[in-house]
């Protein structure tokens, strides 16, 4: 039996390596968070090694994989591809959950 293959697009929201060949990728659209578990082993596309300096938290990219779950229990997917569809001009501003913590000086820059 073929396993189910989705297609997902997001902005890169956190970036975490995990050694040199696994990387995870957390990404939200329209309210939804998924986590991206890139291996060396399953990745498809031309160079593993430069992903993790290609994307930058903020840019939105594109995956294609098969759906599953971690060890920990949440909603994964082990991409064959990974292709940046936008870069992110201007860094993302840190939140305290749903709140925003910039102060006005902060804003002001």
């Known amino acids: 039996m073929?396993?189910?293959?989705?297609?997902?697009?997001?902005?890169?929201?956190?970036?975490?390596?995990?050694?040199?060949?696994?990387?995870?990728i957390d990404l939200e659209?329209?309210?939804?968070?998924?986590?991206?578990?890139?291996?060396?082993?399953?990745y498809k596309g031309e160079l593993f090694n430069e992903l993790s300096t290609s994307i930058r938290r903020g840019d939105i990219i594109g995956v294609e994989g098969h759906p599953g779950r971690s060890k920990t229990g949440e909603?994964?997917?082990?991409?064959?591809?990974?292709?940046?569809?936008?870069?992110?001009?201007?860094m993302l501003p840190k939140t305290d959950g749903d709140k925003n913590v910039l102060n006005?000086?902060?804003r002001y820059r």
């Not at 073929?2 to 995870?24: D, N, S």
């Not at 659209?29 to 399953?42: L, R």
């Not at 082990?78 to 936008?86: A, D, N």
């Open 104 to 106: 006005k000086d902060t």
């Open 2 to 24: 073929e396993e189910e293959t989705v297609a997902v697009t997001g902005r890169v929201i956190v970036i975490r390596e995990q050694g040199a060949k696994l990387l995870f």
């Open 75 to 90: 909603l994964s997917i082990r991409p064959g591809i990974v292709v940046s569809l936008s870069y992110c001009m201007h």
């Open 29 to 42: 659209a329209e309210g939804a968070k998924v986590q991206i578990m890139c291996t060396a082993d399953n």
